[in-house]
């Protein structure tokens, strides 16, 4: 930044403290002399940053004040009070005024800042001789440049936030587009794989081959629940929340037993017993609650022992929807338990380590956003159940967005 750019700046800041005139004012008033002026005295140059031209020189904040140039106090007024009561015969610095010196009476205070940077100086002056020895002089001259510097902090801490706050739009937008293009560019070339392969699957007559279409469309489905999971981190955590589009379910009973369903086609070797029974209609984001489900079911299957079945159960109580979920096997760590629902947590006792580990953490997040409430209980005698209850009676939350989701592959395990 140049010197123009910087007494700009300097001159801006002076302005925007209202008491910068009354404080010049007061000066005059008080000394007796009848300039007084904020300057920049930098490299042998002296600007007015603000002023107070009682002596009808013309002087305008911003412009140079070569009359006071080459007086040989430049080293000394970014240092050290200065107080010259006759340039005419007072020489405290060792050489008298008299033949350079465009003022008779002259006064000057340091004005630093908190981060012991110098700003500029507090100046009174006048061509009459004006009685400023007096200790009150100066201590008023201090007070005022103590003044000035603290407001000029304030306003580079509040400069400084706007800047963290123009920052972190930035950086939300930024976000937004990384979501954005996430679900965009990875998700729609991710359904074709997947509709691809379904169409081989059956069309192929070979069992090798059906076999290798069967992979490739259970894994693009398994990367689709996994983008799924960052998706939905990105918006919980970076972004503005868990969306829901909440509608009046007349059925959910419908919903569960599809995603149930897609489960037990997934796995056809694992035994999954359910038992929905809600009935009652359900506000509620039924996409999200499948999503619950599915993640939940997910989980039991990865963990649970493979030769017991899986239990899922929903109703209401009257006030709210309780779906459970349980498995046997062995118990969750119960110094594990208050974690279990924290980002990129994963069982330390299962050899499985599939997944991101956000599964759990986006189910409590889609429970919460329904102001609804999950748990989970874990011993060897009893096995791992959770619990998730969401009120019935729910009202759209304050703020909530409408937010159109992306096509999305069909339900699957995380």
């Known amino acids: 930044m140049n010197n123009s750019e910087e007494t700009a700046r300097a001159v801006a800041a002076l302005a925007r403290i209202d008491a910068v005139p009354t404080l010049l004012k007061v000066i005059c008033v008080m000394t007796g002399m009848r300039l007084a002026t904020v300057i920049s005295a930098t490299g042998g140059a002296w600007t ?21 140039e ?32 465009p003022f008779e009476s002259f006064m000057a205070v340091p004005i630093i800042l908190g981060n012991g940077r110098f700003f500029g ?16 002089m100066m201590s008023m001259f201090k007070e005022f440049a103590a003044l000035i510097a603290s407001q000029l902090d304030h306003q580079l801490v509040r400069e400084q ?3 963290a706050l123009l920052d972190e739009r930035a950086a939300g937008e930024l976000r937004e587009q ?19 392969s379904d169409l081989l699957l059956r069309q192929l007559v070979y069992p090798a081959h059906a076999q290798i279409a069967q992979r490739i469309k259970t894994n693009s489905r398994r990367m689709s629940s996994l983008i799924d999971d960052v998706l939905d981190f990105a918006r919980g955590r970076l972004g ?10 007349e059925n959910i009973n419908t919903g569960l037993n599809t995603v149930i369903q897609e489960l037990r086609d997934a796995q056809p070797d694992r035994r999954i017993l359910a038992n929905i029974s809600v009935s009652r ?4 984001d039924l996409g999200r609650l499948q999503q619950v489900a599915s993640n939940l079911l997910g989980n039991a299957l990865t963990h ?7 239990k899922i159960n929903a109703s209401d109580d009257g006030q709210s929807l309780v779906l459970e979920v349980w498995n046997a096997g062995a118990p969750i760590p119960a110094e594990s338990l208050s974690k279990i629902f924290e980002p990129f947590w994963r069982h330390s006792i299962s050899a499985s380590r599939n997944g991101l580990g956000l599964g759990l953490h986006i189910c409590a997040q889609i429970v919460s956003a329904h102001e609804g409430q999950i748990a989970v209980t874990s011993t060897r005698e009893d096995g791992t159940k959770f619990t998730a209850r969401l009120p019935l009676g729910l009202a759209r939350p304050a703020g909530s967005r409408l937010v159109p989701k992306v096509g999305a592959l069909p339900v699957g395990a995380t």
């Open 48 to 68: 007015a940053l603000a002023i107070r031209d009682g002596l009808c020189l013309g002087l305008v904040p911003g412009e140079r004040l070569k009359f006071l």
């Open 161 to 163: 936030e706007k800047t």
């Open 304 to 310: 649970g022992l493979a030769d017991s079945p899986i």
């Open 240 to 249: 503005g929340g868990i969306d829901l589009e909440l509608t009046e379910v």
């Open 70 to 101: 080459n007086i040989g106090l430049d080293d000394q007024i970014s240092h050290v009070p200065i107080v010259i009561e006759r340039a005419s015969g007072d020489s405290p610095y060792g050489t008298p005024y008299s033949s350079t010196a």
């Open 178 to 196: 990384f979501i954005a293009i996430l679900g965009h560019d990875l998700r729609n070339p991710l359904q074709a794989i997947y509709a691809s």
């Open 281 to 284: 209609a359900v506000r509620c």
């Open 121 to 136: 100086s507090l100046c009174a002056l006048d061509t009459h001789a004006v009685e400023v020895r007096e200790p009150r």
